[in-house]
């Protein structure tokens, strides 16, 4: 059967010809009696930032962690650049070029920016440091993505403001050859200068054509920096939306009171929960 010129979901078109680089297809996870997620899809596209958003509780976290290896789904499949894969760790992820930002970040705090940038995996010769090289790659990563906010990348850690701890762990998961980054809300419990930084460093990935996933309770960070906005609720897929094309209270309507839609041309033969 031949595939459609393009898919209309919400109120977003979808060129057939754009091949997504990561594709999901009616992922399905439970938790013994709890039904994390219901046939869902999701994808996005090499230099686009899709936001990922939804209440406590809709299935955000259990997705990306389906992608990132930490959970299998039960049913349903990933592609990655139009193959289907599977993802059985966070190697598995990382091996792929996917690589997840988590809110805790995962920095050491009296470690240094190098030292956290290449944590677990060392730069080394005959088992001893190249710690030259290791500076030198990380001076580099963090000028490519134009972070200027770092006086030193000996500075530890625990000396550095929450964006700037944010830009390390972001040009963390970019330094290793990544092709996809999700970024778990990157902007929580920042000031607003900070905030703007780290939004300006997710629209700058996109430009340099990464995949870019953010989950984000904060919808107007979503609407500064996402091309297109995903919904869950209650771990179904409710609408995908082009960020020109809608407003915050559409977004907020389909959170809140959403019902399940069809998404990435794939219909969704779900109901929804009943209230």
């Known amino acids: 059967m031949c595939a459609p010129s393009a898919f209309v979901v919400g109120n977003a078109a979808v060129s057939a010809s754009e091949a997504p680089l990561l594709q999901l297809r009616g992922i399905t996870k439970s938790f013994g009696s709890v039904q994390a997620l219901t046939d869902v899809d999701f994808e996005v596209r090499a230099g686009e930032v899709m936001a990922l958003v939804g209440d406590n509780g809709a ?147 996109g430009e340099q054509g990464l995949g870019v996933v953010i989950i984000s309770h904060n919808l107007h960070d979503v609407f500064e920096t996402a091309t297109r906005i995903a919904v869950l609720r209650l771990g179904r897929n409710v609408g995908l939306f082009e960020r020109a094309k809608t407003t915050q209270q559409e977004i907020v309507e389909a ?7 069809k998404v990435s041309g794939i219909p969704s033969t779900a109901t929804a929960p009943a209230s």
């Open 59 to 205: 299935g955000k976290s259990t997705l990306v962690k389906c992608v990132a290896g930490t959970h299998a789904a039960d049913d349903g499949e990933i592609l990655f650049e139009g193959k289907r894969v599977h993802i059985h760790g966070p190697k598995d992820a990382a091996n792929l070029g996917i690589e997840v930002v988590y809110q805790d970040l995962a920095l050491c705090d009296n470690l240094d920016v190098v030292q956290n940038m290449y944590l677990g995996r060392e730069a080394n010769r005959y088992e001893v440091l190249t710690e030259p090289v290791m500076e030198q790659h990380t001076s580099e990563t963090l000028s490519s993505l134009r972070v200027t906010t770092i006086n030193s990348v000996r500075q530890t850690v625990a000396t550095l403001s929450g964006g700037q701890r944010q830009s390390v762990a972001v040009a963390r998961a970019v330094m290793w050859n990544s092709k996809l980054v999700i970024l778990d809300e990157p902007t929580a419990a920042l000031g607003v200068a900070q905030t703007e930084q780290v939004l300006e460093l997710v629209r700058r990935l």
């Open 255 to 261: 959170i809140t009171a959403g019902q399940p839609t």
